[in-house]
């Protein structure tokens, strides 16, 4: 079983207490996680996943002073992990992204993301808590099923229930011109 | 290598990490860089002769409120951009403040003053090469900030050099005010805000390439 966000939570921060066993263990669950990740966003050998993979674990190793404890730590994760993805595709290496690139690339423009959130933020702001984050873990931050599963620790049927539920009345409010 | 190794190897490394690390690599930064942009000031532009007679008047601290209000904000954001999972710019709004108020003196200012004088309140003496100045001194600052930056990990470049740039200029504005002798408010709004956006645009455009990681 995957491991979820309180699990990954608690290593991360005793790692930063100091504690090596337990940022070795963080490290080791990091790994499945992030092969899938990559495996369903880039298509290339498994050598060259491999390489992603512990690039990214490096980088998760050298920057986790960035790690505010107060904050998910899923977040944190996936955020370096799409990071080195798209750094990897920008220099050219021999992975190539499956689809959606230009969401990926797009996403990194700062001005025009920023006020487009501003108002997916105001629109999430009108669902109840667990269909707004659900929404923005599968639709926005592009994370799988599975994984905002784990994030959340929700369960898969859950998650899928509370997106769709979610949008259906996004899709009401915007079409009825909002309350 | 293979990636067991690499995480027996890399745990072999696990100093604890104290909190509030980002703020203070970020601080450290910017006041090393601003040594060197103050030893610069005192050694080749040399300090306004009448500065204690200057401390103690309005023009003064309107200048440094403007400057380190700036260079509050810019931090606060570069501190932000530092992480990852950045998320949104919450505090953007806050820069317009300083702006906003400055901009009120600038217009209470040429109320007061005839029309006559006005290109010159807004000239001054120096108009010509403060911006520049600001600049030249934002870059240690800058360079300080790009050491602080080794260590973490922004991931939208270009707005957090942008940020950094920033904060560069702002920060160099303030330690400018010990030289630079100029009085009005539409003068430091103009070709001070100027020097500091164009930290802050070098910035932009280095950021992509100098904080990959």
């Known amino acids: ?179 | 290598m293979n990636t067991d190794d690499l995480i027996a190897q890399l745990s072999s490394d696990v100093p604890p990490v104290r909190r509030h690390v980002v703020g203070r690599r970020i601080a450290v930064g910017l006041l090393a860089g601003a040594l060197v942009s103050g030893a610069f000031v005192v050694m080749a532009m040399g300090v306004r002769p009448d500065i204690g007679k200057a401390m103690h008047g309005f023009a003064f601290w309107m200048k440094w409120s403007y400057t380190i209000s700036l260079a509050i904000a810019a931090l606060t954001m570069t501190a932000q951009l530092a992480r990852p999972d950045s998320g949104r710019l919450r505090w953007l709004w806050l820069m317009a403040i300083p702006v906003l108020l400055l901009a009120g003196l600038g217009v209470f200012e040429l109320v007061r003053t005839p029309p006559a004088q006005w290109l010159a309140m807004w000239l001054g003496q120096s108009w010509m090469t403060c911006p520049w100045r600001v600049l030249a001194l934002a870059m240690p600052i800058f360079i300080g900030l790009l050491w602080s930056f080794r260590r973490l990990a922004p991931t939208r470049l270009r707005a957090a050099g942008a940020a950094a740039g920033l904060a560069a200029g702002a920060f160099a504005a303030t330690v400018y005010c010990i030289h630079c002798p100029e009085v009005s408010a539409i003068f430091v709004l103009t070709w001070y805000s100027l020097g500091i956006l164009l930290a802050a645009l070098v910035g932009a455009l280095l950021g992509p390439r100098l904080l990959r990681w």
């Open chain 1, 1 to 179: 079983m995957r491991a979820d966000e309180d699990e990954l939570r608690g290593l991360m921060i005793s790692g930063l207490d100091g504690n090596a066993g337990d940022h070795a263990a963080l490290l080791r669950l990091l790994v499945p996680i992030l092969r899938g990740y990559y495996r369903r966003r880039a298509s290339g050998g498994d050598d060259e996943i491999e390489d992603l993979v512990q690039e990214t674990l490096i980088a998760v190793h050298t920057r986790r002073v960035t790690y505010d404890r107060n904050r998910a730590f899923t977040g944190w994760l996936f955020a370096i992990a799409r990071y080195k993805m798209i750094d990897n595709f920008r220099r050219g290496r021999r992975l190539q992204p499956i689809d959606g690139l230009e969401d990926e690339l797009v996403a990194d423009g700062f001005e025009e993301s920023s006020s487009a959130r501003i108002d997916v933020d105001d629109l999430l702001g009108t669902l109840p808590d667990k269909q707004a984050r659900m929404i923005r873990a599968t639709r926005i931050e592009g994370l799988s099923i599975a994984e905002a599963a784990a994030a959340g620790g929700l369960g898969e049927s859950d998650v899928k229930i509370s997106v769709h539920r979610g949008i259906k009345a996004l899709i009401t409010r915007i079409q009825g011109g909002g309350r």
